[in-house]
């Protein structure tokens, strides 16, 4: 393993994604941004996966984004290969779930509001730092930040660039869920396997409505899968038989 890289496993239908940097606590450097969009475009295409962890290696989940090329950042502005990393996550086909501890700043609390949950740590710390560097954060990556906490709590996040614990975070909406020590991870193997026990189709269908992508023609769509697929008859004959249903939906090839 080298010092710096995205590393993956898939175990049954949950694929995990570490961040892992530990010279920089897990900072991404410019070679994992780049890395992250071509490692999710492989895990989607695999129909097996129904379910993303993003987490980080050693206890923190991400300190940054390794700021060396400053001239590179500055010229990039929203068309950073940062913001491109995070829109990929952001649109990612699965339902994705940040799993953190320790350190979740700046470009690592970016990645964290781009994906669908966020459970933490009761040790997790997150923080906006730009304001502490002279930086303009991306206007897509506000927007993001404003959409799950409010206005109020980005205005304080983004003005002072101050660290947050982790049971702030949760009151603020920036996390879902706070977890004791040692509580990580059992949690957020229960969570993945319950959402991937459940219709695909349905977790599918509500990523893209509640995340704004189905417009009308879409919604069409989905409620023509709903239709043809036998899903909504399968899981309420399960329902009524008290077993638990056989979803067997999959993503067409085309749409």
């Not at 969009?37 to 895990?43: E, H």
């Not at 710390?125 to 409010?150: D, K, M, Q, S, W």
Request: aromatic share 4%; charged share 20%.
């Amino acid at each position: 393993m080298s010092d710096a890289e995205l590393t993956v496993t898939v175990d049954g239908p949950v694929a995990t994604v570490v961040i892992h940097n530990p010279a920089r606590r897990n900072a991404m450097t410019p070679a994992m941004w780049r890395q992250l969009p071509v490692l999710l475009d492989g895990l989607e295409a695999d129909p097996a996966v129904r379910v993303l962890v993003l987490t980080g290696a050693g206890g923190t989940f991400c300190a940054g984004a390794d700021l060396g090329d400053l001239d590179e950042l500055l010229a990039a502005g929203d068309g950073s290969i940062a913001v491109a990393a995070e829109e990929r996550l952001a649109t990612f086909g699965r339902p994705t779930v940040a799993a953190i501890e320790g350190a979740c700043v700046g470009g690592g609390c970016q990645l964290a509001v781009a994906c669908d949950l966020r459970l933490a740590a009761a040790d997790a710390r997150f923080g906006v730092p730009p304001a502490r560097l002279g930086l303009v954060y991306p206007a897509p990556t506000t927007r993001r930040l404003v959409g799950l906490v409010g206005p109020s709590a980005a205005k304080h996040l983004l003005f002072t660039g101050e660290l947050v614990d982790a049971e702030r975070a949760l009151r603020i909406g920036l996390v879902d869920e706070v977890l004791p020590t040692g509580g990580l991870a059992p949690r957020v193997a229960a969570l993945t396997a319950t959402i991937a026990e459940r219709s695909r189709l349905t977790v599918t269908a509500a990523k893209e409505i509640v995340d704004g992508r189905a417009d009308a023609d879409r919604l069409a769509w989905w409620h023509g899968q709903v239709r043809d697929s036998g899903e909504a008859r399968e899981g309420v004959a399960a329902v009524n038989e008290r077993r638990p249903p056989r979803f067997g939906w999959t993503p067409p090839a085309t749409r």
